[in-house]
């Protein structure tokens, strides 16, 4: 009976940053593995947010 989610992969020592837009800290990613010292926001829409603005709707 075990509900929980685990993985191979547990998140210890990953690490981490601070989003440039939100503020909010967030920690690597796979899919940021080969960009991550380039990688300044938590998500795309972040980085939408930051890069143009965000069409309404
Ligand atoms: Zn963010």
């Known amino acids: 009976m075990d509900t929980k989610r685990r993985?191979?992969?547990t998140k210890k020592n990953l690490p981490e940053k601070t989003c440039c837009v939100c503020g909010r800290p967030f920690a690597w990613?796979?899919?940021?593995?080969?960009?991550?010292?380039?990688?300044?926001?938590?998500s795309e829409k972040?980085?939408?947010?930051?890069?143009?603005?965000?069409?309404?709707?």
């Open 7 to 9: 993985r191979a992969f």
């Open 29 to 42: 990613r796979k899919k940021w593995a080969r960009d991550w010292p380039a990688v300044k926001y938590c």
């Open 46 to 57: 972040c980085r939408r947010t930051r890069t143009g603005i965000a069409p309404k709707g």
